[in-house]
C-alpha cells in the first residue's frame, strides 16, 4: 500500500528526500493545473508549481498535520502566487518615469521593452473595462483588492458558486479578449 500524503510530509519533515520525491510526482500536475487556471501562461504556471514545491521542501520543518496535506500545500502555492500579484500590482502602479530611475540599465529598460510593456499593460486595462459591470467588479475585488471568494459572496449577498462560476466566466473573457488575434 502507497504511504499517505501525510506519512510522506511527516518524512519528508526529516529530510527524506525521497518523500519528497513522491510527493513531487503527486502533485506537480495538479499544481500546474491549479496555476494554470489563474495564469494564462502554461510556462509561467509550470514555474509557480515548481516554485510551490521549493517552497514546501523549505518550509518542511515547519509542517504539522493539522489537516489536509493537499490544502497545506495549495495554501503555500496561493500566498506564493498572491506575492507575485502584489509586485506585478506596484509594477503597474510605478509610473513610467519613476519606472526608468529605478529600474537598472538592462535590456528591460530598453525604449522598444518599454514601449511594449505599456502596450500589454493598456491592452489589459481595456480588457477588463470592456467587461460588462457584474464581471468587471466581481474582477477587482479578487484581483485589486485580494477579497476571497466567501468575502465577494458575502459583499455582493450572492451565493459563493455564483461568484466562482462568474469569476471563471470573467477569465474566459478576459483570456478570449487578450488572446492573440488571427486577423490582425
Known amino acids: 500500500m502507497e504511504p499517505t500524503d501525510i506519512q510522506l510530509m511527516l518524512r519528508v519533515r526529516q529530510g527524506d528526500v ?10 506537480r500536475e495538479p499544481l500546474r493545473r491549479y496555476f494554470a487556471s489563474l495564469i494564462a501562461d502554461r510556462i509561467q504556471a509550470d514555474d509557480y508549481a515548481q ?5 514546501l521542501w523549505a518550509t518542511r520543518e515547519r509542517y504539522e498535520p493539522t489537516g489536509k496535506f493537499s490544502v497545506f500545500l495549495f ?16 509594477d503597474i502602479c510605478i509610473s513610467g518615469e519613476a519606472a526608468l530611475e529605478m529600474a537598472p540599465a538592462t535590456a528591460a529598460s530598453e525604449p522598444e ?3 511594449l510593456e505599456r502596450l500589454r499593460r493598456e491592452r489589459i486595462r481595456r480588457a477588463v473595462a470592456g467587461l460588462p459591470e457584474p464581471y468587471r467588479e466581481l474582477f477587482r475585488l479578487c484581483h485589486e483588492e485580494g477579497m476571497r471568494y466567501s468575502d465577494i459572496a458575502v459583499k455582493l449577498n450572492i451565493p459563493i458558486g455564483t461568484v466562482k462560476s462568474r469569476m471563471a466566466e470573467t477569465l474566459k473573457r478576459l483570456r478570449r479578449a487578450l488572446s492573440p488575434r488571427e486577423d490582425l
Do not use: H, P, S
Not at 525521497?18 to 502533485?27: N, P, S
Not at 516554485?51 to 517552497?55: F, S
Not at 500579484?85 to 506596484?90: A, M, S
Open 18 to 27: 525521497e518523500a519528497f520525491r513522491m510527493l513531487a510526482v503527486r502533485y
Open 75 to 90: 495554501q503555500i502555492g496561493k500566498r506564493y502566487w498572491l506575492n507575485q500579484r502584489k509586485k506585478f500590482r506596484l
Open 51 to 55: 516554485e510551490t514545491l521549493l517552497r
Open 113 to 115: 521593452t518599454m514601449a
